[in-house]
């Protein structure tokens, strides 16, 4: 239901036939599994968000396909959600109604969207916040609610922007742990961007590596490892080198 | 740098230690003065043209107690609510603007040439269209509320962050869900600020325009005053006018912390 496969997909700013146009992505084909947890990596630039946006429904593929459970992507919509970098909280709505606010675009009855709200505050942790406004909560609460939000319309792939990149170094490690713990009680396909290495090695079970522009499929590097994952075990620090290899593979010959 | 230290100079010093409203009651107290010991002394015709507050203070208790003062003020703010109810079409058209490229294209030529015309321009042919009384008074006044209402609230669509708006559609809103649940509420603060400044030029406007074409009003007791050279109820009409717009835009910017706690300019 949840199977994400992304068939031949360019992206091209601009029109094609004319020198002019900008080539983001090209020729990307990617299947991800019900389920599976997946990282895209590489550089600011490489097209890793444009790939996301065309996931997300926000922009379509100059050509290709990207589909859902065998349904094309279209539009955006709670199927395929997003979390965001910035959170994107509503900040004029609490932290209940931000959480039930997919929940009623869904037009759930008011009983059901109140247990589920209640659900996904337990299961990120913010019980004694419902009532709080955004504005209230510091960096990594807020994500939090943004990822109860995006879990409370059950998408069938749930999509993160870089979702920890402003936050500082601890708390990010923290949510990492907890983005973790969260999506083993409910797996979901995810698929996240990121530009360190160390968080696609943390957290996903497929890492693919994209060159830079225009971004193609550079490798894709299965994670074997069992949760959570030792940073100090050999296979990682051996992960890690490999990725590092790819990512900087890819600079020098550019540079 | 820093800054000057308090306690350097005994001038200063004083300074610090004067009570709020000193330099408003010595202003009061020299008004006196002038009014009702050395006018009359220096030139008696002057004397007339400037009562002293303790006058201004008799006649306004007179003209509360009468009723005069409250039936103006009454009929004054019976104007400014009614423009107030027509000015609010600003929001809705501000939102279409806003959101909506190809009607801002459209529309924005028109406010554009419009916007400049101060509303008291619009008087004289507002008498000749609407005859002196309540709706001529009306539509000057709205023409000072819609404008700043309409400007403001097109001016808060423009700023609401696309990614508030990527997560509503990410999270399965449709096109008029996203106008009503977050363009709309973003916008909110703006739009308020938009509202506050109407009614403030809304309230000078409305004087202007009893002034001429009104038979009630604060504008119109204070015009009428004139002819009868009673500069007391001149003042005590100015005050009237000058205290309610305060009152009007203390009312709102209350309302606005109490109905939009979330709006940044009110975070603190």
């Not at chain 1, 002019?20 to 389920?35: E, K, Q, W």
């Not at chain 2, 007339?48 to 703010?77: D, W």
């Not at chain 2, 009312?251 to 109490?258: N, S």
Request: glycine share 8%; net charge neutral; aromatic share 8%.
């Amino acid at each position: 239901m949840g199977r994400l496969s992304i068939e031949n997909v360019s992206k091209i700013y601009g029109d094609p036939a004319s020198e002019g146009a900008v080539v983001a992505l090209r020729d990307v084909s990617l299947d991800i599994p019900d389920h599976a947890f997946c990282a895209i990596l590489g550089h600011s630039g490489c097209g890793k968000t444009t790939l996301l946006n065309m996931v997300a429904g926000f922009e379509r593929p100059t050509f290709g396909e990207v589909s859902i459970g065998g349904e094309p992507v279209s539009r955006p919509g709670w199927r395929n959600t997003m979390i965001f970098q910035e959170y994107a909280l509503f900040p004029w709505m609490n932290v209940a109604e931000n959480i039930e606010f997919g929940l009623e675009m869904k037009k759930l009855p008011q009983q059901e969207r109140e247990e589920a709200r209640r659900t996904y505050v337990d299961l990120v942790g913010l019980q004694g916040f419902e009532t709080k406004y955004p504005r209230q909560l510091s960096g990594g609460m807020r994500q939090r609610v943004a990822i109860a939000r995006a879990l409370a319309v059950c998408p069938e792939v749930l999509l993160m922007d870089e979702p920890f990149a402003a936050l500082d170094a601890q708390t990010r490690g923290a949510m990492q742990d907890e983005l973790v713990r969260i999506w083993r009680r409910e797996p979901k396909t995810v698929m996240l961007v990121t530009h360190s290495i160390d968080e696609a090695i943390k957290l996903a079970d497929k890492v693919v590596v994209l060159s830079r522009r225009p971004g193609r499929v550079k490798d894709v590097v299965e994670i074997g490892l069992e949760r959570p994952r030792d940073e100090d075990h050999a296979d990682y620090i051996a992960l890690r080198r490999r990725l590092r290899e790819l990512i900087y593979d890819d600079f020098d010959e550019r540079s | 740098m820093t800054a000057p230290d308090p306690a350097r100079h005994w001038l200063l010093r004083a300074l610090f230690r004067l009570p709020n409203l000193a330099a408003l009651v010595g202003l009061i107290l020299l008004w006196e003065f002038v009014a009702s010991v050395w006018l009359p002394r220096s030139d008696p015709y002057l004397a007339t043209l400037m009562p002293p507050p303790t006058q201004v203070f008799t006649t306004a208790v007179e003209l509360i107690r009468s009723g005069e003062l409250g039936f103006h003020l009454l009929a004054s703010l019976k104007r400014e609510a009614v423009a107030f109810l027509f000015a609010l079409a600003a929001v809705p058209l501000g939102l279409l603007m806003g959101w909506f490229r190809p009607i801002h294209a459209q529309l924005d030529p028109i406010v554009e040439v419009l916007r400049p015309i101060p509303p008291l321009a619009w008087i004289p042919l507002s008498i000749l269209w609407f005859g002196i009384g309540d709706a001529q008074n009306q539509f000057i006044i709205f023409l000072g509320m819609f404008f700043p209402i309409l400007i403001n609230t097109i001016d808060g669509v423009a700023k609401v962050e696309p990614v508030l708006v990527r997560a509503a559609r990410s999270l399965g809103a449709g096109e008029w869900k996203v106008i009503k649940r977050v363009v709309l509420k973003a916008a909110l603060p703006q739009i308020v600020t938009g509202v506050r400044v109407g009614l403030g030029v809304g309230w000078m406007a409305l004087v202007a325009a009893e002034l001429v074409g009104a038979s009630s009003g604060l504008g119109f007791m204070i015009n009428d005053a004139r002819s009868v050279l009673r500069t007391d109820i001149i003042v005590v009409g100015m005050i009237t006018i000058g205290f309610v717009g305060l009152v009007i835009d203390m009312l709102l910017r209350f309302a606005t912390r109490k109905l939009l706690p979330w709006s940044v300019s009110n975070a603190k």
